[in-house]
């Protein structure tokens, strides 16, 4: 590894990804070089977040100061960045914890970047992307990372996932379950040994039936154990199944973690290896595995590299959209009417309402999916869209983004429902009401699903107002398009925005 300072290159040749994970906090900056990435710097910070969830799944105020005191130090380093060259990604802890929003929030006044919470499949992909980018393998691969609160799992050839799967098991959880101050017995062991065999009986088969040709461990609990496997001379760099039992025997000679006295073992990890080398025995008895590589590349590592591909202009959520299309039949050809008026709406809206290309993404990729749901039933499309979107694994868009997708198709036709949106941290609540606005009209305008009915549109937005300019004899010619236009000024109200239509007349029922 180089050891440079950020600053020792221009910010605009550097890439920065942060890993807010469940044991500690990871920041990692690159640059990009000929297509590949160079490895610059490097933090961590042990934070333990996960310790600080109870059973309610409220996050404790120690440990949010715990990781806003991180926050605070990786911002110093992270300070000369422009925002779009950093990504911060948190993994189970905060998409467990129900109060998460309360420290996304506080972390806004210290941590100038946005953090996104990514689903558990969603981490299982980067890691598995980080492995595939690091090291070449011509085979299928099981990629297997051990985190603080949850367990990642993923086969995959070359850079194609083919299954992935996150586990409710950690090894900050399991010690602070299972192995409470450091305590070790045989009967703590095989309870959390339990636990994680109940926890991969959902997968074991499908894993199994899918099958893989090497076995790859990434991340801090797998690494300690190759390193303690190395360090007995039990094999250099391989971790056997007959490896792990032995290191279950000797860690049952002793009833303290702290009093663990193994070659390979760091003070920082003593509590950490009895519930780490349980979550990883009952991996590899469930899923048949005989022998591990250790690969020193991870979920950042794959963020990097996913920074890298959208630099270049290749976004892994284009082909998930893509996957969505095929596999729900969608009307492309509607799918692009409505997408041709929603990017005419979105150019002309910008000087006043200033929403993001960002947005202007998320828009037309909503147009692709909204009526995803007619796999189901015409009646309530929204509603089955939105379903849909909201419980599917959506490779590239991290949980917020999913929601925003979610709630535009939700909310697409019919009435719109303020209470029912729940706040968004990455996104402004009134930018998502804007970009709503525009959605709807696009879907309205083309209801017809005919080349031949608009005229060449125009808009002018205001602040928390919308001006449509539509030929008087249109709305003569299209008196159901109308009617609904007079229909869609009322709906828009519940959210603050009025749409104005000159030469439309207004509607004097309420809704």
Same mark, same amino acid.
């Given at each position: 590894?180089?050891?440079?300072?950020?600053?020792?290159?221009?910010? !605009?040749? @550097?890439?920065? !990804?942060?890993?807010?994970?469940?044991?500690?906090?990871? @920041?990692?900056?690159?640059?990009?070089?000929?297509?590949?990435?160079?490895?610059?710097?490097?933090?961590?910070?042990?934070?333990?977040?996960?310790?600080?969830?109870?059973?309610?799944?409220?996050?404790?105020?120690?440990?949010?100061?715990?990781? $806003?005191?991180?926050?605070?130090?990786?911002?110093?380093?992270?300070k000369d960045m422009p925002p779009q060259s950093v990504r911060v990604i948190a993994t189970y802890t905060l998409r467990r914890a129900k109060n998460s929003a309360r420290f996304l929030q506080q972390a806004q006044d210290v941590f100038p970047f946005p953090i996104e919470v990514i689903a558990g499949q969603e981490e299982a992909r980067l890691i598995?992307?980080?492995?595939?980018?690091?090291? =070449?393998?011509?085979?299928?691969?099981?990629?297997?990372?051990?985190?603080?609160?949850? #367990?990642?799992?993923?086969?995959? *050839?070359?850079?194609?996932? $083919?299954?992935?799967?996150?586990?409710?098991?950690? +090894?900050?959880?399991?010690?602070?379950?299972? %192995?409470?101050?450091?305590?070790?017995?045989?009967?703590?062991?095989?309870?959390?040994?339990?636990?994680?065999?109940?926890?991969?009986?959902?997968?074991?088969?499908?894993?199994?039936?899918?099958?893989?040709?090497?076995?790859?461990?990434?991340?801090?609990?797998?690494?300690?154990?190759? /390193?303690?496997?190395? &360090? $007995? &001379?039990?094999?250099?760099?391989?971790?056997? @199944?007959?490896?792990?039992?032995?290191?279950?025997?000797?860690?049952?000679?002793?009833?303290? +973690?702290?009093?663990?006295?193994?070659?390979?073992? =760091?003070?920082?990890?003593?509590?950490?290896?009895a519930p780490g080398l349980a979550i990883l025995l009952a991996s590899f008895r469930m899923l048949g595995i005989d022998e591990m590589v250790y690969v020193d590349a991870a979920l950042r590592e794959g963020v990097l590299?996913?920074?890298?591909?959208? @630099?270049?202009?290749?976004?892994?959520?284009?082909? =998930?959209?893509?996957?969505?299309?095929?596999?729900?039949?969608?009307?492309?050809?509607?799918?692009?009417?409505?997408?041709?008026? *929603?990017? #005419?709406?979105?150019?002309?809206?910008? #000087?006043?309402?200033?929403?993001?290309?960002?947005?202007?993404?998320?828009?037309? %990729? !909503? +147009?692709?999916?909204?009526?995803?749901?007619?796999?189901?039933?015409?009646?309530?499309?929204?509603?089955?869209? !939105?379903?849909?979107?909201?419980?599917?694994?959506?490779?590239?868009?991290?949980?917020?983004?999913?929601?925003?997708?979610?709630?535009?198709?939700?909310?697409?036709?019919?009435?719109?429902?303020?209470?029912?949106?729940?706040? %968004?941290?990455?996104?402004?609540?009134?930018?998502?009401?804007?970009?709503?606005?525009?959605?709807?009209?696009?879907?309205?305008?083309?209801?017809?699903?005919?080349? /031949?009915?608009?005229?060449?549109?125009?808009?002018?937005?205001?602040?928390?107002?919308?001006?449509?300019?539509?030929?008087?004899?249109?709305?003569?010619?299209? =008196?159901?398009?109308?009617?609904?236009?007079?229909?869609?000024?009322?709906?828009?109200?519940?959210?603050?925005?009025?749409?104005?239509?000159?030469?439309?007349?207004?509607?004097?029922?309420?809704?």
């Amino acid at each position: 590894m180089t050891h440079l300072t950020p600053n020792a290159l221009s910010a !605009a040749e @550097l890439i920065a !990804a942060v890993d807010l994970g469940s044991n500690s906090f990871h @920041l990692v900056i690159a640059r990009i070089v000929d297509g590949a990435l160079q490895l610059l710097h490097r933090e961590k910070q042990k934070v333990q977040l996960a310790d600080g969830l109870d059973e309610q799944q409220m996050l404790s105020d120690e440990a949010m100061q715990r990781g $806003l005191a991180v926050l605070r130090q990786f911002a110093d380093t992270l300070k000369d960045m422009p925002p779009q060259s950093v990504r911060v990604i948190a993994t189970y802890t905060l998409r467990r914890a129900k109060n998460s929003a309360r420290f996304l929030q506080q972390a806004q006044d210290v941590f100038p970047f946005p953090i996104e919470v990514i689903a558990g499949q969603e981490e299982a992909r980067l890691i598995y992307q980080g492995v595939a980018h690091f090291e =070449t393998y011509t085979g299928q691969r099981l990629v297997i990372d051990i985190g603080g609160g949850s #367990t990642e799992f993923a086969i995959g *050839v070359d850079f194609q996932p $083919l299954k992935l799967a996150s586990r409710n098991m950690g +090894c900050v959880s399991f010690a602070k379950f299972y %192995f409470p101050r450091g305590r070790i017995s045989p009967k703590r062991f095989e309870r959390a040994l339990m636990h994680a065999e109940q926890e991969l009986e959902n997968i074991y088969t499908g894993y199994k039936n899918t099958g893989w040709q090497q076995a790859v461990g990434t991340s801090g609990t797998i690494k300690t154990i190759k /390193d303690i496997v190395s &360090g $007995l &001379g039990w094999h250099p760099h391989v971790i056997k @199944l007959e490896h792990l039992e032995k290191l279950q025997q000797l860690l049952l000679e002793v009833e303290l +973690c702290d009093a663990l006295n193994l070659p390979g073992l =760091t003070e920082d990890r003593k509590q950490l290896l009895a519930p780490g080398l349980a979550i990883l025995l009952a991996s590899f008895r469930m899923l048949g595995i005989d022998e591990m590589v250790y690969v020193d590349a991870a979920l950042r590592e794959g963020v990097l590299y996913e920074m890298s591909d959208r @630099l270049q202009h290749q976004d892994i959520r284009q082909h =998930t959209i893509q996957s969505l299309i095929k596999r729900y039949v969608v009307d492309a050809e509607q799918a692009g009417r409505v997408s041709q008026t *929603v990017q #005419t709406l979105w150019a002309q809206t910008q #000087t006043q309402w200033q929403l993001s290309a960002e947005w202007g993404q998320l828009l037309q %990729f !909503a +147009c692709y999916v909204y009526e995803i749901g007619l796999q189901i039933n015409s009646s309530s499309v929204q509603r089955h869209s !939105a379903y849909i979107l909201n419980n599917s694994n959506l490779p590239g868009f991290n949980q917020e983004q999913q929601r925003v997708l979610a709630s535009l198709v939700r909310y697409h036709r019919r009435k719109i429902k303020p209470d029912d949106i729940t706040p %968004f941290y990455l996104y402004r609540q009134s930018d998502f009401y804007y970009a709503l606005s525009l959605f709807r009209l696009a879907i309205l305008l083309n209801q017809k699903r005919r080349e /031949d009915i608009l005229p060449e549109l125009q808009v002018h937005a205001a602040a928390q107002q919308l001006t449509l300019l539509m030929p008087d004899s249109w709305y003569q010619q299209h =008196t159901v398009l109308a009617a609904d236009l007079r229909s869609e000024q009322q709906f828009i109200k519940r959210v603050g925005l009025s749409l104005i239509c000159p030469g439309l007349p207004e509607l004097t029922d309420e809704i």
